[in-house]
């Protein structure tokens, strides 16, 4: 009976141990998550390093796992990454030809005309995308990157010369142009927070 007990007295302790350990280490975990959000801040000027192909394959993995109307998905990415491609776009490019070929991975976010939802709801694709690319944004910060978003969509004219420069298919529309890279800038997250952009609860 005394042996019983010592050992239902150790499975218990490693059963509460394992709790403990699982809740702090989930506790850390969102601490973590929370840091990462908070110190994501846009990159624009990058070392001549190329990110590793298993990085990138994270960012479009954290790209689809973001919440879509209706579970649509209507995403597709076209990824720059090699020499040939990106001296393509700059060439593209007679304004940014000199910052494009300094940018070691581009991810175009477009969406997919054939997956969208029907009638009003078709615009739901712009924020289906966005959220793609904040978790995008994000997941580069964790990953030790530096990332930003750059403007496509709804400007009709870059919309156009995107479509046109990358040859895409008709029933993709670009949304934007995330750039990407290790930071050769100093990472200075913006403290945006201001109480007097709340209101809590409804006015009498
Ligand atoms: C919809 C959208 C469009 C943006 N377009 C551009 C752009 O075309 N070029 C650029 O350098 N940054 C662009 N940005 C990045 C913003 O300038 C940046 O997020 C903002 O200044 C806040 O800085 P932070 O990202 O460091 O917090 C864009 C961001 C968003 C969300």
Redesign the pocket.
């Known amino acids: 009976m005394c042996k019983l007990n010592k050992v239902l007295m150790a499975v218990l302790a490693a059963m509460s141990f394992t709790t403990t350990y699982a809740q702090s280490s989930a506790a850390q975990t969102n601490e973590a998550a929370i840091q990462n959000i908070m110190t994501?801040?846009?990159v624009?000027k990058f070392k001549q390093q190329p990110v590793e192909d298993s990085k990138i394959e994270t960012l479009l993995r954290a790209g689809m796992a973001a919440p879509t109307a209706n579970d649509k998905q209507p995403w597709h990415f076209v990824v720059l990454k090699d020499q040939k491609s990106i001296e393509r776009y700059a060439a593209s490019n007679k304004y940014h030809a000199e910052d494009i070929k300094k940018t070691p991975l581009f991810i175009f976010v477009c969406a997919d005309t054939t997956r969208m939802s029907e009638g009003q709801g078709r615009e739901l694709w712009v924020q289906d995308c966005s959220a793609v690319s904040e978790n995008i944004l994000l997941a580069a910060n964790a990953l030790g990157l530096g990332a930003?978003?750059?403007?496509i969509y709804p400007i009709q004219k870059k919309v156009g010369g995107i479509s046109r420069t990358l040859k895409l298919p008709a029933n993709l529309i670009p949304l934007?142009c995330i750039i990407i890279g290790y930071p050769d800038e100093a990472l200075r997250?913006?403290n945006?927070w201001d109480e007097n952009k709340i209101t809590y609860g409804i006015a009498e």
């Open positions: 994501r801040t846009s624009r930003c978003w750059t403007t934007n997250p913006k945006k």
